[in-house]
């Protein structure tokens, strides 16, 4: 079946430390995206990409970075400048930018928490 | 700019009652409006979609949703509702306009259904 991986299911870090979380999709999107959730509020962009070797910042990219070497992968480091990285973090993707009608796909998450 | 509310944080109803969640929205030009549902730790899951057309969409589950173009409304529902559709259920907006394809979410409604 195609869809989206996310992993690990849960992440824990600690001070001063950088975490990587890793996105895999096999549904020959070319966009994908990277969301915050935070309890009680909805969901927030970090970072985005509608192609191979470029992204985009989106609302709260700051503490966080991402690579797109690989159409099918998009990870997402959580830096140690990001002073409260404790959230759910998804991973969505969805087809090419200008089927703006398209819905995105979502995987099932990483649970960030702090040591 | 384009945003989106859900004014009611929870929703209470009574199994094989019916069930609405609202959503507005405002955007510059017209919208692409969607409905996702999430279930505990999981990734967001799509359910319905109004692009164009019939203002009555239905979608997986046996929910359906309602556009109104007047009122910027973007109702969830459901004739019947089952203990199992407890869920947080979020709407999200496009507009046409956007060309990279970002959606913006709601805070989300948390939907008890109780037998």
């Known amino acids: 079946d195609g869809g989206i991986t996310q992993s690990p299911k849960y992440l824990f870090r600690k001070e001063g430390q950088n975490v990587t979380l890793s996105c895999e999709q096999n549904?020959?999107?070319?966009?994908m995206y990277w969301y915050r959730q935070d309890p009680g509020q909805g969901l927030r962009l970090i970072y985005y990409?509608?192609?191979?070797?470029?992204?985009q910042k989106g609302d709260i990219a700051e503490g966080y970075s991402v690579s797109r070497e690989k159409k099918e992968s998009f990870p997402l480091t959580v830096t140690s400048a990001q002073k409260n990285p404790t959230a759910f973090y998804l991973c969505?993707?969805?087809?090419?930018?200008?089927?703006?009608?398209?819905?995105?796909?979502f995987g099932d998450g990483t649970r960030l928490s702090i040591l | 700019a384009q945003s989106v509310a859900q004014p009611e944080d929870q929703v209470n109803v009574a199994e094989g009652n019916p069930l609405t969640v609202k959503c507005t929205y405002s955007?510059?030009?017209?919208?692409?409006l969607f409905w996702y549902v999430q279930y505990p730790n999981r990734g967001l899951q799509f359910l319905l979609k109004?692009?164009?057309?019939?203002?009555l969409v239905k979608g997986s589950y046996g929910f359906e949703a309602e556009f109104n173009k007047s009122q910027t409304s973007f109702h969830l529902k459901k004739p019947s509702a089952l203990v199992s559709d407890s869920a947080l259920y979020f709407c999200?907006?496009?507009?046409?306009?956007?060309?990279?394809?970002?959606?913006?979410f709601g805070g989300g409604t948390r939907l008890m259904v109780k037998p």
């Open positions: 969505a993707s969805s087809k090419k930018s200008g089927d703006s009608n398209q819905p995105q796909h």
């Open positions: 549904l020959n999107h070319d966009a």
């Open positions: 955007v510059s030009g017209n919208p692409y």
């Open positions: 990409s509608q192609i191979v070797n470029d992204f």
């Open positions: 109004y692009i164009t057309g019939d203002n």
């Open positions: 999200a907006v496009r507009d046409i306009g956007n060309a990279g394809n970002m959606l913006t």
